[in-house]
């Protein structure tokens, strides 16, 4: 204040400066931050889900893993295969990046990392699926587990993306059993439904490959692929839906009609296909929602 009242021209000079330096410095700071939310944009904005006019985002929108085949408290004899299912994600082999694609890991009688910045541990209690397979011969002895799914990176550290925890009791063990008869042949499949089925949409479909490994086509891989989907109906422009973020399952929203389904395996490589495609399945789409419709169909508070 004294410096002030003796020298108001050097005081007000002092302020003046004070104050360009604090709008430079905030514009300075606007600037770096939004040339960091820009250059983080592609990540946050990359579709998890194919571009297509009749593909829709699951009910809950997230991403999470689960057992195709098993549910919480199945009893089983053993060897048998167990299914990994993937929404909102896709795969791609461990040591590859593509976006926030991830590879499969089941924990067994284990729970979920309390720090998801280390990498999961090769232990027989955490079973790594780095090529991209979408399933794994089970050959516990008899006992209770508690079994879950993780999806992890390249470096094999998780995301936050993850199955309910399941039990499974295994009640018998076979033995001298030959587990690749127990896998079978390389094949794809549709699942989720069966030929002549009636569906309301949007309803799902599910992907999976039997000793063959699923990838996200960008750092192309060799013996790895993508899904691709063909819809046809009679008198009308057939439709190829092809899930090149390595995704195994979608959720559909088609005009009403009679549908027949070919799913097919395409490489990453070469662009031909990796066997042969899955049994056709044909499909009776009704009472198809609008747009407007669908939060109420799913139950989707607003």
Known sequence: MLFAILHPDKSLKLHMRHQILGFL???????????????QAPLSL?????????????????????????????????????????????????????????????????????????????TDKYIHFGKGQMEMVVNL??????????????????????????????????????????????RIELIGVADRDTVRPPFRLQFHASGLNISDIGPKIPDTGHFRLVMERTGQKSETIAFTGGQTETWLNPPAGNYNLRLELVNNVSGNPMAAAAPPLMLNVTNQLAPGNLASALNISK
């Not at 040591?95 to 309390?114: D, E, F, S, V």
């Open 46 to 122: 990359e579709p998890e889900v194919p571009q297509h006019p009749w593909v829709r985002p699951p009910p809950n929108n997230q991403p999470s893993t689960y057992f195709a085949n098993l549910k919480d408290g199945d009893i089983r004899e053993t060897p048998f295969v167990a299914r990994f299912g993937l929404s909102m994600r896709g795969l791609v082999p461990a040591g590859k990046t593509a976006g926030r694609a991830g590879h499969h890991h089941l924990l067994i009688n284990q729970a979920l990392p309390l720090d998801f910045k280390k990498p999961l541990p090769f």
């Open 141 to 186: 002895p008899p006992g209770s587990y508690d079994l879950r799914l993780v999806l992890a990176d390249q470096g094999h550290i998780p995301y936050f993306v993850f199955s309910k925890p399941l039990k499974l009791i295994v009640s018998k063990q076979n033995k001298g059993v030959d587990l690749a008869s127990v896998q079978g042949s390389p």
């Open 25 to 39: 410095a905030a514009g300075f700071i606007f600037f770096s931050t939004s040339n960091l939310l820009y250059a």
